[in-house]
């Protein structure tokens, strides 16, 4: 079993920038996948980023290139950092790691953008 711990969330001007930031309680070096997904009140979960066990990444045209996650296998931690903020990027965002057939999620964050 993975625990996954999200932190970094908060209220931030729109253009602002946050990272949010996920430990996991054990290692990410098995992990297939590690990614964000977000959710806004009333709509569905969707994709903001990825990242697998080659280092490639992945992101869905509403956030490319303003949105960067990366990884640290030493910390066992994934990372978003969120650039140029937008109202519309306001959600519960939530870590997800996938190996093999399993999947885990985190409890999920809040970021609010203010406009």
């Known amino acids: 079993q993975v625990q996954l711990v999200e932190s970094g969330g908060g209220l931030v001007q729109a253009g602002g920038s946050l990272r949010l930031s996920c430990v996991a309680s054990?290692?990410?070096?098995?992990?297939?996948?590690l990614a964000w997904y977000r959710q806004a009140p009333g709509k569905e979960r969707e994709f903001v980023a990825l990242?697998?066990?080659?280092?490639?990444?992945n992101y869905p045209d509403s956030v490319r290139g303003r949105f960067t996650i990366s990884r640290d296998n030493a910390k066992a931690a994934v990372y978003l950092q969120m650039n140029s903020l937008k109202p519309e990027d306001t959600a519960l965002y939530y870590c997800?790691?996938?190996?093999?057939?399993?999947?885990?999620w985190g409890q999920g964050i809040q970021v609010t953008v203010s406009s």
């Open positions: 997800r790691l996938r190996r093999l057939w399993r999947v885990y």
């Open positions: 990242i697998n066990s080659d280092d490639a990444t």
């Open positions: 054990g290692s990410i070096e098995s992990a297939n996948e």
